[in-house]
């Protein structure tokens, strides 16, 4: 049973470039929860998706970032015109059901901005 | 709004001593999960334990024990005996049952030292 899998795990770009994140959720789940570690903090959620529908984007940026989960193929998290605040952990999580306290994590990806 | 705290920051023990590591929560829902995480130095987030807001009975899993008291909102970790290995940032999280579905809140996490 393959886990949450994210690539790449680790992603370096220039200020200004785009940055794409990709979350392919464990087999069976249909909910994609995205979070953000900024170095030394905890994580903040960004963003809750379903199949082809987003949930709950609260806590996303308003600019720049946007988030989907299509009917197939993985999340992905997309970041336009990157800015060195945005250097952090990408984590992504699933699960089978809403509302379950059932959450699996993957590794993460690692965004560098120089 | 849901909200947890982690009260120590930074923690620095000497290999084979107890530790507790603190967290409490606020939440208005009466349905919550708890959750507690390891984050080693290679940064992936190795998952602990999970209770719901209706079982309140402590748990023990090898060192490691978890000590949920509703009544004062805290669902506190401790580690027995500790070792080097043990030393990561550890992080208690919270779910509420809202239009979030299983949308965790983290505290800011503790960093635990084991000194050898």
């Known amino acids: 049973n393959a886990g949450v899998m994210q690539n790449p795990r680790h992603l370096v770009r220039r200020r200004g470039q785009e940055a794409r994140l990709r979350c392919s959720p464990m087999k069976g789940h249909s909910h994609v929860y995205w979070y953000r570690q900024l170095p030394e903090e905890g994580l903040k959620f960004m963003v809750y998706l379903q199949k082809e529908n987003i949930i709950d984007e609260s806590g996303m940026p308003k600019e720049r970032f946007s988030a989907e989960f299509p009917k197939e193929g993985p999340s992905i998290l997309r970041i336009q015109q990157v800015v060195r605040g945005d250097s952090a952990a990408y984590f992504c999580?699933?699960?089978?059901?809403?509302?379950?306290?059932?959450?699996?994590f993957g590794e993460g990806s690692r965004l560098t901005v120089l | 709004a849901q909200k947890v705290t982690q009260a120590q920051t930074e923690i620095s023990v000497v290999e084979k001593e107890d530790v507790t590591l603190d967290c409490v929560y606020e939440t208005r829902d009466t349905t919550y999960y708890l959750f507690w995480y390891k984050q080693p130095p290679s940064g992936e987030l190795v998952f602990l334990i999970r209770?719901?807001?209706?079982?309140?009975q402590n748990e023990i899993s090898g060192r490691y024990s978890w000590n949920f008291q509703k009544s004062t909102s805290s669902f506190n970790f401790t580690i027995t005996a500790s070792q080097v290995v043990d030393s990561a940032v550890y992080f208690c999280?919270?779910?509420?049952?809202?239009?979030?579905?299983?949308?965790?809140?983290f505290g800011g996490g503790t960093r635990l030292m084991v000194k050898p």
């Open positions: 999580a699933s699960s089978p059901w809403r509302d379950t306290g059932e959450l699996f």
């Open positions: 209770r719901n807001s209706f079982d309140e």
């Open positions: 999280a919270l779910s509420a049952h809202n239009n979030a579905g299983n949308m965790l809140t």
